[in-house]
């Protein structure tokens, strides 16, 4: 083989090669939709679509704990508003029994209903989401925070807060603690009007009235608090999914093919890698043409 046409071979086959790399890349680009996969597809694009994915991440990390505390919020104003209705049945009861013309056994049977409006009281105290005490502060999966003991309602939680981070830099406290909810007087007011009631104490019945009231209100302005939060946290969802939403199209924009254009280009490659493959052949042939002569 002559020096000039083996260069020409070296020259027709690798361009061949460059032709079939190319018609493998717009191939793969057709079939997955995506142009910009490794570095060496384009750097500067497989650079910002990095940054927008590692980006994206971050977002939708805090978009789940956006979600998962909004869930343990909804979770608590449905204990807290189960609470305030039999705070009212309490106070029902009380009024009922501040009657002065009962006797001491109609007393004790409204005893008798309190005490089992505090179990249930406690009950919901206790209550948890997804298997973690809602009431407990940060002891989330250690038995039961609250206790009905003879002498009243017993708590072994903490009052420390339980915070979800929301966005960069931002932690939100999602939790009510058990402390908080015996601060309201929910437990002590029912416990005193169930042993008024048990020693037939007309006046302590009557004045459990004010004491339930109150306790009502405090109820009240806890899970007022608690839908505040909700209420940032709405907002909070509704921004991240916008911001998701965008940061998704960011690394589309970078990444995905144009199908259209793509298509083009196979084509053209495709006929330019066949017309590589006809010089090859034609040069192999002359080859061997030479040789035989």
């Keep these: 083989m002559r020096i000039t046409q083996l260069i020409m071979l070296r020259n027709s086959i690798r361009t061949f090669n460059e032709r079939r790399t190319n018609l493998d890349r717009l191939q793969n680009a057709i079939t997955t939709g995506k142009e910009v996969q490794n570095p060496s597809d384009d750097p500067v694009r497989f650079s910002r679509a990095l940054r927008f994915k590692e980006t994206l991440a971050q977002q939708q990390q805090y978009l789940k704990n956006a979600k998962d505390a909004s869930a343990w919020i909804d979770a608590t104003l449905n204990s807290l508003a189960e609470i305030q209705s039999l705070v009212i049945s309490a106070k ?56 009905k003991t003879d002498a009243g309602v017993e708590y072994s939680g903490n009052d420390h807060k339980i915070t979800r981070r929301i966005t960069q830099g931002f932690l939100l406290e999602v939790n009510v603690t058990g402390q908080q ?21 007309v006046d302590t019945v009557r004045d459990s009235l004010d004491i339930l009231s109150e306790v009502n209100d405090n109820l009240g302005h806890l899970s007022a608090q608690s839908a505040s939060v909700r209420n940032t946290l709405e907002l909070t969802v509704s921004r991240l999914e916008s911001t998701i939403i965008d940061l998704q199209s960011n690394i589309s924009e970078e990444e995905d093919v144009n199908m259209a254009e793509a298509i083009s280009k196979y084509e053209a490659e495709q006929m330019a890698y066949q017309a590589a493959m006809e010089v090859v052949n034609r040069i192999m042939n002359l080859n061997v043409l030479d040789y035989l002569r």
């Design 92 to 147: 029902e009861i009380a009024m009922k029994a501040a009657d002065g013309m009962l006797d001491d056994e109609a007393r004790q049977n409204f005893s008798v209903s309190i005490d089992r409006i505090l179990d249930d009281v406690v009950s919901l105290a206790n209550s948890k989401y997804l298997d973690k005490n809602l009431f407990g502060g940060t002891q989330t999966g250690e038995g039961v925070p609250f206790t």
């Design 181 to 201: 909810l015996i601060d309201t007087g929910v437990f002590d007011a029912l416990v005193s009007l169930k042993e008024a009631l048990a020693n037939n104490d």
